[in-house]
């Protein structure tokens, strides 16, 4: 089930708990201690952080996989740092090994967390807050490569957020995806209610995802209605990139919010009303657009307000995208008022660090 770490840090007491939290995630994920170690680093300094330079904030920890949509199945715990505080002036600067400004800091900082990470990416704006995201996988072998050195040579990444009402165990928000040759398919599911019951459809429908990895989206949802038909069923949204055509196809059932940026311009992708497991459609349309160089694609739950604001920050997309799909959580909500739901992200980009023209799998 989709488990969950999410941790409100408003003083120094909760950072113990931070820490306490990725070291049960290693564990969970099957880590070995020394990858465990660098999570407990990597969440005292993020936690640290927040109540010396943000005045507060949260963590969500979840286990997900690398944004390498290559390496889907290596096992990751992501640690993700949200807060609305004054933002990072020089995130160069700040991105230094040693680099403090708050002497009883730790001293590691944020650049010692970019180091010792498998992954690790960070946005900041002044006046609107900072998301840091931090991703560890198994250590490397003797001689191998870094795991942060491995590099997709699809050009696409995805990527997301989970998050659980009033910081339950489980939620029943859940999002996976799956690479079938040429086509990367990305799945959003929002298990009906709140939950172990929920958590439980949610958990069955990414188990189905692996195994019809193979279908268009309207043949997946079908795949999946059949086998959410033991649970209390779900809303679901599959996007299916064909990355040697550039073309997106998506097609959802129930309150799952798609929006694309094509062009510049955002653009929504509309689910049709059923449940996936209960109540399914006779009928699904099938959305397609061109996918550029510049395209994002944007999945959520209805635990995002329906009028939700795309970020307007045009370098955003260059960014991790559970970076982008933190932020994007982040301005949904605020400090005032949280979201009053299960409420999961997620994003699928092109990847700056490939070669467009360079698809060799």
């Known amino acids: 089930m989709s488990r ?7 003083d120094s007491t909760r950072v113990r708990d931070v820490r306490v939290a990725a070291e049960a995630a290693c564990d969970r994920a099957g880590l070995d201690a020394h990858a465990t170690a660098v999570a407990a680093l990597v969440a005292t300094e993020l936690g640290t952080n927040l109540v010396k330079h943000a005045g507060g904030g949260r963590v969500v920890i979840n286990l997900t996989a690398p944004a390498d949509t290559l390496a889907a199945d290596v096992p990751c715990v992501q640690i993700v740092s949200l807060d609305h505080g004054p933002g990072i002036d020089n995130v160069a600067a700040a991105m230094r090994d040693g680099h403090t400004t708050a002497s009883s800091s730790l001293g ?17 704006r002044p006046g609107r807050g900072t998301v840091a995201v931090a991703r560890i996988t198994p250590a490397r072998s003797p001689g191998g490569p870094r ?39 990305l799945m959003l599911v929002d298990g009906l209610g709140h939950g172990d019951k929920a958590a439980e459809a949610s958990t069955a429908a990414v188990e189905e995802l692996r195994r019809c990895a193979d279908l268009p989206p309207t043949e997946m949802l079908r795949r999946l209605h059949a086998a959410l038909r033991a649970t209390r069923g779900a809303a679901v949204g599959v996007a299916q990139l064909d990355e040697e055509a550039g073309r997106l196809s998506f097609a959802g059932v129930g309150n799952i919010g798609a929006r694309l ?9 509309v689910s049709h009303p059923g449940i996936v497991g209960a109540h399914f ?29 795309p970020p307007a920050d045009p370098r955003l997309g260059t960014h991790d995208p559970a ?21 999961s992200v997620a994003v699928l980009a092109p990847d700056p660090r490939t070669d467009p023209h360079d698809r060799t799998p």
């Open 147 to 185: 795991p942060r050195e491995v590099r997709s040579r699809t050009g696409t990444r995805a990527g997301g957020i989970t998050t659980s009402l009033a910081h339950a165990e489980h939620s029943g928000d859940a999002f996976s995806r799956v690479r079938s040759g040429r086509r990367l398919t």
């Open 281 to 309: 459609p006779a009928t699904v349309p099938l959305r397609e657009s061109a996918w550029t160089p510049d395209s994002l694609l944007v999945l959520h739950s209805d635990g995002l307000p329906s009028r939700w604001v």
């Open 108 to 124: 590691a900082g944020l650049g010692t967390c970019r180091r010792v990470s498998s992954e690790f990416d960070l946005h900041s």
């Open 323 to 343: 970076v982008v799909a933190a932020v994007v959580l982040r301005d949904a909500g605020s400090a005032a008022r949280p979201l009053r739901d299960d409420a």
């Open 4 to 10: 969950v770490w999410d941790i409100p840090v408003q």
């Open 261 to 269: 940026r094509a062009d510049g311009e955002w653009q929504p992708l």
